[in-house]
C-alpha cells in the first residue's frame, strides 16, 4: 500500500516542489485545485481526530543529498510545518510528533549537541512567533522526560508551551525525549510512591485515572500512527495509547514525505476502519475527588520540579506564578530574562 | 448546489473505496493461485517426506539470511482459525532455528489444546521436538532437543492470551497495587521502582518475552491490543492471508526480517 502510494505522482502540486520554508512554525504554502479536490473527496469520509508521525529519515535523506546531518534536520522541521497546515486544511485537530526518543540519546556527543541547538532554535522561533500561532489556535505540548535535556532548552520548552496553552483549535504534541516505556514506568512510579505515602488509596487506581496520570492526559488516543522512511516498527512510541489504532508505514524519508502519502494513509484508515478492533471508545475519567486531585498535582508537580531545575538557568518565577500570566506578560517575561 | 456537490463527492470516495477492495482482491487472487498450485503439487505426497523436503529447502534459505527473529508472533486478525495452516507454520519454523513460536488471537478462538491435538493427529513424531508453552495445559518435557550450529535450543510455541479488551493495563494496575504493597521491598528511588515493575510485568505477561517479529495477518498494520510491553521495538509485516502461506512465502518472510536494520536510537 506504501508503494502504490509514493509512486502516485500529483497532478499539478506547486507547493511540492517548492523549497520547504525553514523559517516559521506556520506553514501558508498555498494548495493546488487539485489537492483541494482531494481534500474536499476525502472529508466525505471519516477523519482521524488525533495522527502521531514518527518523522524518521532526516539523516538518510541528508547523506542522500550529500549534505549535513543536520541540514536534514533542518529540511525535516520544513516537512513538519507543511505536514501541520495539511492536517490542519483536513481539520485533523491534534497531530502528535515523535522529535527526539530518548534511545537517541545513545548517538554522539556532536549530533545530539547539534539537535540540542536546532530545538533551541526551534522554540525560540515559536515563542516569537506566539501571535501568529495565537491567531491559527495552535496550542503546543510538550511531553516526555524533560528532565534529560539542557536547562536552557527547558526553559525555553516551558516559555513556549505557557505561551500557547489558551489556543484551543489545534493541539501540536511534541515527544521529546520521550519513550512510550518511559512514560509508562514514571507515572507507575509516581503512583506508587503516592500510595505509599498515603496519598492515593489503591481502590482509587483504575485504568482512566492512570490514563490522567500519563504525559498525555490531555491528548485522545490516537487513531492513525504514520512512521516514515520504510521502517516497520513504532520504536516504542505512543505504545501504551496506541494499543488498537492503525499504523501505516511510509517508504519515503521524512523531509520527502509529501501530501500525496498523508491522503493515501487516511484514505486507508477510512479503508479499514471497521476491518479491525473497534475504535477506542471516549472513556470518561470519572474517578473520585482524590484521584482528581492527585492526579492534577502529579502533573503541577511535574512542571514545579522542572521550572525549580531552571532556576539555576535565571528562571525566576515559580510554575504556579506564570501560569498565572496572560500570554502578553509571559512574553515580555522571555524578553527579559531570556532573550540574548 | 453544495449539496449536490457533495453527493458527487460522496459519491466519488465511496467508489475509490471499491475499487480499493478491488484491487486488495486482485492481489489476493495471485496468492490463492499460487497456494492452489502448491496443494496440487502436494496432493499425492506423504507428509513427513513433504515435511522433510521443505526442511532442508527452508534450511538452505535461511543459512543465507543474516539474522533471524528470535522470537516471532503471528497475530490472526480477522481471519477464521484453521489449525491445519497453524500447525503448517508451526512445521516451518521448526527447522528454522528461531526459538519462540507464538500465535496472538484477539478473538479468543483459537483453543491451545485443539492445536495440540491437531498437532499430534498430523505430526506425532515431530511433538517430543516441541515445547509446548504455558497456554497448552499438557506441559510436555522435551525428548529431543533441537540443534543449531552446534547450540542446542528448545522450541517453543506459545499463544498469547487476549481475556479482556484491556486486559494489559489492568494487569500493570494490578502490577502498581503489588509493588505498592511490597513493603519489604525498598524502592529507594525511580530507576529501583521501574527496574521492579518492569521485572514484574514481564514475569505476569509471558514466559516467551517480547517477539521480535510480528507478522500481522491481512492488509492493515494494527496490533489488535497486543501488549505494547511486547511490542515497542518489534519489526511488523502484513501477509495477506496465513492460510494461502507456502513454503516460498514462509522463506521469503524471514528473508524480509533478515533485511531490517535496527539502529537502537543511533
Redesign the interface.
Known amino acids: 500500500m506504501s508503494s502504490l502510494s509514493s509512486s502516485f505522482s500529483p497532478l499539478i502540486s506547486s507547493s511540492d516542489t517548492t523549497q520547504s520554508s525553514f523559517s516559521s512554525w506556520i506553514s501558508e504554502k498555498p494548495l493546488s485545485w487539485f489537492q483541494r479536490l482531494c481534500i474536499y473527496i476525502l472529508k466525505w469520509g471519516s477523519l482521524p481526530k488525533h495522527v502521531a508521525i514518527v518523522m524518521d529519515g532526516n539523516r538518510r535523506y541528508a547523506k542522500k543529498q550529500s549534505v549535513e546531518k543536520i541540514q536534514g534536520h533542518q529540511k525535516g522541521f520544513g516537512k513538519l510545518t507543511e505536514t501541520l497546515q495539511w492536517c490542519s486544511d483536513m481539520d485533523i485537530m491534534e497531530v502528535t510528533i515523535f522529535a527526539f526518543s530518548i534511545e537517541n540519546f545513545k548517538r554522539t556527543r556532536e549530533e545530539i549537541d547539534a539537535l540540542m541547538e536546532l530545538a533551541r532554535q526551534k522554540f525560540r522561533l515559536m515563542i516569537e512567533e506566539w501571535k501568529k500561532l495565537r491567531d491559527h489556535g495552535i496550542c503546543v505540548r510538550v511531553i516526555g522526560n524533560l528532565a534529560l535535556l539542557p536547562k536552557d532548552l527547558i526553559s525555553l520548552i516551558i516559555i513556549a508551551t505557557l505561551l500557547t496553552k489558551d489556543n484551543k483549535r489545534t493541539f501540536l504534541n511534541i515527544a521529546f525525549s520521550y519513550t512510550g516505556k518511559d512514560e509508562v514506568l514514571s507515572t507507575s512510579s509516581e503512583i506508587i510512591n503516592g500510595i505509599r505515602d498515603g496519598k492515593i488509596r489503591e481502590n482509587e487506581i483504575t485504568e482512566t485515572f492512570f490514563d490522567q496520570c500519563l504525559y498525555t492526559y490531555e491528548s485522545p488516543p490516537p487513531d492513525l500512527l504514520i512512521r516514515t522512511s520504510g521502517e516497520f516498527r513504532i520504536s516504542d512510541f505512543l505504545t501504551w495509547q496506541s494499543w488498537n489504532n492503525q499504523i501505516y508505514f511510509v517508504k519515503s524519508l521524512w523531509p520527502e514525505f509529501s501530501m500525496w502519502n498523508l491522503l493515501f494513509a487516511i484514505f486507508c484508515y477510512q479503508h479499514f476502519l471497521g476491518k479491525f478492533m473497534k475504535t477506542y471508545e471516549d472513556r470518561y475519567f470519572n474517578g473520585s475527588a482524590n484521584s482528581v486531585k492527585f492526579a492534577d498535582t502529579l502533573q503541577k508537580e511535574r512542571w514545579r520540579i522542572l521550572v525549580d531545575r531552571c532556576c539555576s538557568n535565571g528562571m525566576k518565577l515559580d510554575y504556579q506564578t506564570l501560569e498565572s500570566l496572560s500570554a502578553e506578560e509571559v512574553y515580555v517575561y522571555y524578553k527579559k530574562h531570556y532573550d540574548t | 448546489m453544495s449539496v449536490l456537490a ?1 453527493i458527487c ?2 459519491f ?2 465511496n467508489l ?2 471499491v475499487l ?2 478491488f484491487y486488495l482482491q486482485l492481489k489476493l487472487f495471485k496468492f490463492v493461485f499460487l497456494k492452489y498450485l502448491y496443494n496440487i503439487n502436494n496432493l499425492y505426497c506423504n507428509k513427513f517426506k513433504k515435511f522433510q523436503l521443505e526442511s532442508e529447502l527452508i534450511e538452505k534459505c535461511v543459512k543465507n539470511y543474516s539474522k533471524l527473529p528470535r522470537h516471532m508472533t503471528l497475530i490472526l ?2 481471519e477464521s482459525v484453521s489449525y491445519e495452516d497453524l500447525i503448517q507454520i508451526i512445521v516451518w519454523t521448526l527447522p528454522t532455528g528461531i526459538p519462540v513460536l507464538s500465535f496472538y488471537d ?1 478473538k479468543n478462538e483459537l483453543k491451545a489444546d485443539t492445536l495440540y491435538e491437531v498437532f499430534l493427529k498430523n505430526y506425532k513424531e515431530l511433538v517430543p521436538h516441541i515445547k509446548w508453552g504455558v497456554s497448552f495445559s499438557k506441559n510436555n518435557t522435551i525428548e529431543k532437543n533441537l540443534s543449531k550450529n552446534g547450540i542446542i535450543f528448545y522450541f517453543t510455541v506459545d499463544i498469547k492470551k487476549y481475556y479482556l479488551v ?1 486486559y ?3 494487569l ?2 494490578d ?3 503489588e ?3 511490597k513493603k519489604d521491598l525498598k ?1 529507594t528511588d ?1 530507576a529501583s ?2 527496574a521492579a ?2 521485572d514484574l510485568m514481564m514475569q505476569k505477561l509471558s514466559n516467551s518475552g517480547n517477539p521480535d517479529f510480528v507478522v500481522i495477518n ?12 511486547h ?7 502484513t501477509i495477506p492471508s496465513y492460510k494461502l502461506l507456502t513454503v516460498k512465502d514462509f522463506t521469503n518472510i524471514l528473508h524480509v526480517y533478515a533485511g ?2 535496527r539502529k ?3
Open positions: 457533495g463527492c460522496g466519488l470516495l475509490f473505496h480499493f477492495s486478525g480477522e484477539h484491556f494489559y493495563r489492568q500493570l494496575i502490577s502498581i497495587k509493588l505498592s504493597r524502592l525511580r521502582t521501574e515493575l518492569d491481512g492488509n492493515v498494520y494494527t496490533t489488535y491490543g497486543l501488549s505494547p510491553w511490542i515497542g521495538f518489534t519489526e511488523l509485516l531490517y536494520e537502537f536510537g543511533r
